[in-house]
């Protein structure tokens, strides 16, 4: 079962304007998600976080929403630029000392000028 | 090192062959994963290495799949007998502590079967 979920496999956004990313998770054991952005050939970047304990965290252009009752994260760029057009992968943790993540199947974003 | 290395970058090799993919994680970093990405999804958690020891393997597919960190420094990920199922890029990542995030991933090996 798949339990993070990232239903659109690619989005298009103008440049200039805002993206908005989603991501829906079932486990409600989870209290750390990640984001993160991967490039062709090359490996997962982390973008930004939040704690369950958070209901929303901002970096710059980076804005990620956390509505725990909804068990839906989001994503928020903005203003969008083309060096952003990559794929995106939502991340989730549990609590404990693994701490492994459990990755949502990305969504392709693409920045068209 | 700067970041997480991992080699090689491809590999190609034949049914029933064995392999071994090298990671060198972020010097200092205790915390070791293993992970296996296919093609169109996200990655899939295969194993987690505290220092030296091998905390949690319940993510290896099969007893094909074995993985070492013998000195608490670099790993290596051994898949014996290859099959055409095994293809796939495998992401090696660390973190400075145990539970620490965010986890700094390498670029990964791209793994073929023919």
């Known amino acids: 079962d798949q339990q993070v979920k990232q239903n659109s496999p690619s989005l298009s956004v103008q440049e200039g304007r805002i993206s908005i990313l989603n991501c829906d998770y079932t486990n409600s054991m989870f209290d750390y998600f990640l984001w993160y952005k991967k490039y062709p050939a090359e490996g997962p970047t982390f973008l930004i976080s939040?704690?369950?304990?958070?209901d929303k965290n901002e970096d710059g252009r980076f804005t990620v929403f956390l509505n725990k009752s909804a068990k839906h994260l989001s994503l928020h760029i903005v203003p969008s630029q083309p060096g952003d057009s990559a794929v995106y992968f939502c991340?989730?943790?549990?609590?404990?000392?693994?701490?492994?993540?459990?990755f949502g199947q990305g969504t392709r974003l693409t920045i068209n000028p | 090192g700067a970041g997480v290395s991992q080699s090689p970058r491809y590999k190609v090799a034949k049914r029933g062959q064995d392999v071994a993919l090298r990671c060198d994680p972020i010097s200092g970093h205790v915390s070791l994963f293993w992970y296996q990405q296919a093609l169109g999804q996200g990655p899939e958690f295969l194993t987690y290495f505290q220092n030296e020891a091998q905390l949690d393997k319940s993510g290896l597919p099969s007893d094909r799949f074995f993985a070492e960190r013998p000195e608490g420094s670099v790993s290596t990920l051994k898949i014996q007998r290859t099959q055409q199922e095994d293809s796939a890029v495998y992401l090696c990542a660390s973190s400075l502590r145990e539970g620490d995030q965010p986890q700094h991933f390498g670029d990964g090996t791209r793994l073929s079967i023919l």
């Open positions: 939040i704690s369950s304990i958070k």
């Open positions: 991340a989730a943790s549990a609590g404990g000392g693994a701490q492994k993540l459990v």
